[in-house]
């Protein structure tokens, strides 16, 4: 299976780097109106391919597939633990103003809690089917 115009094939799935800046909420309409959602990585391959694609691009620091819940740990867009994690050291904190993932260009494309409400470019993704 191919992945739609715009779109790059990494590792097992179809990836989306968007051009421009939203909030998180934004950010997934954007996605789920592509036809996919906000990208969850799922093993450090994955991560590593994503994170090379954004170092190439210059997006900064984009959102990814997490999300704080009541209980205060992040949970995927699908609202499952993440079966894979690679949070930044000290990361996630500020439990009250940072409930959103994103992904670090400078960190060896480690993770990072950020508040929803700020502006930045996201990574999109379809699963291939096998």
Not at 6 to 33: D, E, H, P
Not at 68 to 90: C, E
Not at 98 to 108: F, K, M, V, W, Y
């Amino acid at each position: 299976m191919s992945c739609p115009a715009g779109w790059m094939n990494l590792v097992s799935s179809c990836f989306y780097f968007s051009t421009n800046k939203a909030i998180w909420s934004q950010a997934r309409a954007s996605c789920r109106k592509l036809g996919g959602d906000l990208a969850v990585l799922s093993n450090h391959k994955e991560n590593n391919a994503v994170w090379n694609i954004v170092k190439q691009k210059q997006l900064g620091n984009p959102f990814i597939g997490l999300v704080r819940n009541q209980d205060k740990k992040f949970y995927t867009v699908q609202g499952v633990k993440p079966s894979y994690i690679n949070w930044y050291s000290g990361e996630p904190n500020n439990p009250h103003l940072e409930q959103c993932g994103q992904l670090l260009i400078h960190h060896n494309g480690q993770w990072n809690d950020v508040s929803c409400n700020s502006k930045y470019h996201f990574i999109c993704q379809i699963q291939l089917i096998k």
